[in-house]
């Protein structure tokens, strides 16, 4: 097993896609684990929206920039094009308003960079084949203390950006250990893979 | 409650005799201002806070005389060793701001031209005055920087005044509980308070010393008022609710209700310390307090007026609804806009516009842990 940066697979991946002195917006950024990374190594500006008090203070102690505010409400205290990547990992899922989000993030970045547990993961299948919902490394809860609101694949996903007129750039599926999973078939990837990474722009 | 009060304290005075002019034209040819102060100031004077009151504070921020062991500052529950303003790391100044009437020069001081007190003589005075006031007390106390300056309320905008007036002064600005600017409804809820002052009999056109008299029933009617705006309905409901002080409705216009007792010993408590002519003084201050009006009305662009480096912390409460949430957030989407090093935390207490005087492990956590990460 191949270990990654703050046991996150994906911010290995999110920050690979970060450029040195980028303005880095991280919605539900927690307390402040992947921004910190990004300051530390990439020199990022960086800043940081959660809306939970015990993150706001430990993203605080962490010496993040934090703004606590609810992504469900807007994010209108942000100008538009304020940054360069506005990154929301393993929480869209847990947002009601998913267009709405994505049209934001995509107001205030350049570009947004988005990771979630892909519910079509055959693991996650065949839990629920066997009559149980998933529970798995991606998707570490029980139905009745999930926050998680949205359940949907690489494929839904992909499938709404087409319809959103949103560019995908760039496409990562990593396995539950968090290795990258490679296929020329979409339903394979779809099929293997436990948690997507994905790099949208705005079409101009 | 976690670290420990300062313990004894003294208040100190400081003479001008360097004329200030003021924002609305007045001057005051020399002047007192009476402050405290907590801590040691560091060889580097690298450590030094300045704390800011809001309309009925004062100079007297943490700790106790000697000589009166019930006289508590006003915020001691946040200043002292090992609190978020800690004494152990910082040296915390606290101030009476011109106006005033703890010791500062204010419209009760004697007028050296007449030999007599100010009263109605005495300048308006603006928050950009007093941060020039609190800027020479800091060259007086041989600081050229303050590590943070920090104030709820009426002391938020002083800190933010600080960031646009003397920005290469101030590293850090604490602004709590605070707004832009006032709304109408503010405004309006001041000129009632005003109002209440202005047509009690005993206010003598402000002249009221050489009347041996005060205006008492204006200024306990003010306080009455203003303290609703303080509270939030839902502690109100909890602390008051409906109760009755003797049980049965008395058909009469006597005290009844007990959230009519503790208006009226609020009232009588403030009317019998606090001075008129300040109260007057002081909600004109809010009132004027506009910085972005000299940039047209672009808080934007007089919020780039602050230094790049300079950190701000922002906090609002949630039951605030005399200055909302949505007023920080002005702020907080000003310093982004600039690009600025802030964070803003939305803290859920119930205790209306006066939560950022009380004692929360969330709150107070907040405040602690930005302050720890001031290098000093």
């Known amino acids: ?204 | 409650m976690p670290g420990q009060s300062v313990g004894v304290v003294q208040s100190q005075r400081a003479h001008f005799d360097q004329a200030l002019t003021l924002r609305s034209g007045g001057v005051l040819p020399a002047y007192d201002l009476v402050y405290e102060t907590y801590g040691t100031l560091n060889a580097a004077k690298s450590n030094a806070i300045l704390v800011c009151h809001a309309l009925s504070g004062h100079h007297h921020v943490a700790g106790h005389y000697a000589d009166a062991p019930n006289n508590i500052g006003w915020w001691d529950n946040i200043i002292g060793p090992g609190r978020p303003l800690d004494t152990d790391r910082f040296f915390i100044v606290g101030l009476n701001n011109l106006g005033g009437c703890h010791g500062s020069t204010g419209p009760s001081s004697l007028n050296p031209a007449t030999g007599k007190p100010w009263g109605a003589d005495f300048p308006i005075v603006a928050v950009s005055d007093w941060v020039e006031a609190q800027a020479r007390l800091a060259d007086r106390l041989g600081i050229d920087c303050w590590a943070a300056v920090v104030g709820g309320s009426l002391g938020g905008m002083q800190a933010m005044r600080w960031t646009i007036s003397q920005p290469e002064r101030i590293r850090h600005a604490i602004i709590i509980a605070s707004a832009p600017k006032l709304s109408a409804q503010n405004i309006a809820f001041n000129d009632v308070a005003r109002q209440a002052i202005l047509t009690d009999p005993d206010f003598h056109g402000g002249n009221y010393y050489e009347h041996n008299t005060r205006p008492m029933r204006g200024l306990r009617l003010a306080r009455m008022l203003g303290h609703i705006t303080y509270l939030s309905d839902d502690q109100m409901g909890e602390k008051f609710g409906r109760e009755l002080r003797n049980g049965s409705f008395g058909f009469d216009f006597d005290v009844e209700f007990e959230v009519e007792s503790y208006l009226r010993y609020q009232g009588d408590k403030f009317a019998g310390y606090f001075d008129a002519n300040t109260y007057l003084l002081m909600t004109k201050a809010l009132d004027y307090f506009d910085p972005a009006r000299l940039d047209g009305g672009d808080l934007v662009k007089a919020m780039g007026r602050s230094h790049p480096d300079t950190g701000f912390l922002i906090a609002s409460f949630t039951t605030d609804w005399r200055f909302t949430p949505a007023r920080s957030r002005e702020i907080v989407g000003a310093l982004l806009a600039n690009q600025r090093h802030v964070s803003y935390a939305e803290i859920d207490l119930n205790f209306g516009h006066d939560s950022f005087l009380m004692e929360d492990a969330h709150y107070h956590g907040v405040v602690d842990a930005y302050l720890r990460n001031i290098k000093l």
């Open chain 1, 1 to 204: 097993m191949t270990t990654h940066t703050l046991g996150r697979p994906d911010f290995d991946v999110i920050a690979g896609w970060i450029e040195p002195g980028h303005r880095v917006l991280d919605l539900g950024c927690g307390d402040g684990t992947l921004l910190r990374h990004l300051i530390d190594t990439r020199g990022v500006q960086g800043v940081g929206v959660d809306m939970d008090d015990a993150n706001v203070l430990a993203a605080i102690k962490n010496g993040i920039n934090v703004i606590q505010g609810n992504l469900e409400r807007g994010l209108g205290e942000f100008a538009d094009q304020a940054f360069d990547h506005v990154v929301l990992s393993r929480t869209l899922q847990t947002v009601r308003h998913t267009e709405g989000v994505l049209r934001e993030m995509l107001r205030i970045g350049r570009e947004a960079v988005i990771s979630f547990p892909n519910f079509a993961y055959w693991k996650n299948l065949r839990s629920v084949l066997d009559g149980r919902m998933p529970v798995s490394e991606d998707l570490p809860y029980q139905w009745y203390d999930s926050p998680n609101v949205r359940f949907f694949t690489l494929l839904d996903f992909e499938a709404l950006c087409t319809q959103m007129g949103l560019i995908i750039r760039e496409r990562h599926v990593l396995d539950e250990q968090g290795n990258l999973v490679e296929s020329d078939d979409d339903k394979e990837l779809n099929f293997l893979g436990s948690l997507a990474v994905f790099r949208l722009t705005q079409q101009r």
